[in-house]
T-cell receptor, first 114, second 114 residues
Framework: DAGVIQSPRHEVTEMGQEVTLRCKPI?????LFWYRQTMMRGLELLIY????????DSGMPEDRFSAKMPNASFSTLKIQPSEPRDSAVYFC????????????FGNGTRLTVT | AQSVTQLGSHVSVSEGALVLLRCNYS??????LFWYVQYPNQGLQLLLK??????LVKGINGFEAEFKKSETSFHLTKPSAHMSDAAEYFC????????????FGSGTRLQVQP
């Protein structure tokens, strides 16, 4: 299996621009998670989906952030407009149904907003 | 609410020495516990998981962890450190309820001195 695939690996953009991060989960996994990693706040859960339906989006910072999962093999995280404080590494992860199933992480997207 | 505390943001050991990374958790229900490793510019890789079977869990790369309910601990150990073990290590907890997201500790950076 190819694992969780994220694109792009690096994104540099100017403040105010729209940014879209993409994720392809492991085939057969029905949970998908978006996390953000920063030095100050560590790993934070932003949102997670079950069977393409958002279950918990309480970690989404504000209305500038939105996430979608149009089908079982694709999800996007969009930031519009972006701000310098959004600079971080964004990880996508997926897991199977079992309650004790681990999360499998992609290699992340490093976002820099100037 | 669940939480994880990792004692020591940085740990330094000599090659061949014992590795001990500490993790304490808080959970209102029996938890599932995980250790992940992160190498520079990569995603998180699962080292091992505790899912209420054996209290001593063996993982990849010679690591193991022991679940101690009385101490609410899940410390990670390796008898003999190798240079390739230098990385950041994260402890994570998932409550044994419907919520599927992991809550991560702040991480411990392991340095291995030659």
């Amino acid at each position: 299996d190819a694992g969780v695939i994220q694109s792009p690996r690096h994104e540099v953009t100017e403040m105010g621009q729209e940014v879209t991060l993409r994720c392809k989960p492991i085939s057969g996994h029905d949970y998908l998670f978006w996390y953000r990693q920063t030095m100050m706040r560590g790993l934070e859960l932003l949102i997670y989906f079950n069977n393409n339906v958002p279950i918990d989006d309480s970690g989404m910072p504000e209305d500038r952030f939105s996430a979608k999962m149009p089908n079982a093999s694709f999800s996007t995280l969009k930031i519009q407009p972006s701000e310098p404080r959004d600079s971080a590494v964004y990880f996508c992860a997926s897991s199977s149904t079992g309650v004790g199933s681990p999360l499998h992480f992609g290699n992340g997207t490093r976002l820099t907003v100037t | 609410a669940q939480s994880v505390t990792q004692l020591g943001s940085h740990v330094s050991v000599s090659e061949g020495a014992l590795v001990l990374l500490r993790c304490n958790y808080s959970s209102s229900v029996p938890p599932y516990l995980f250790w992940y490793v992160q190498y520079p510019n990569q995603g998180l890789q699962l080292l091992l998981k505790y899912t209420s079977a054996a209290t001593l869990v063996k993982g990849i790369n010679g690591f193991e962890a022991e679940f101690k309910k009385s101490e609410t601990s899940f410390h990670l150990t390796k008898p003999s450190a190798h240079m390739s073990d230098a990385a950041e290590y994260f402890c994570a907890v998932k409550e044994g309820t419907g919520r599927r997201a992991l809550t991560f500790g702040s991480g411990t950076r392991l340095q291995v001195q030659p």
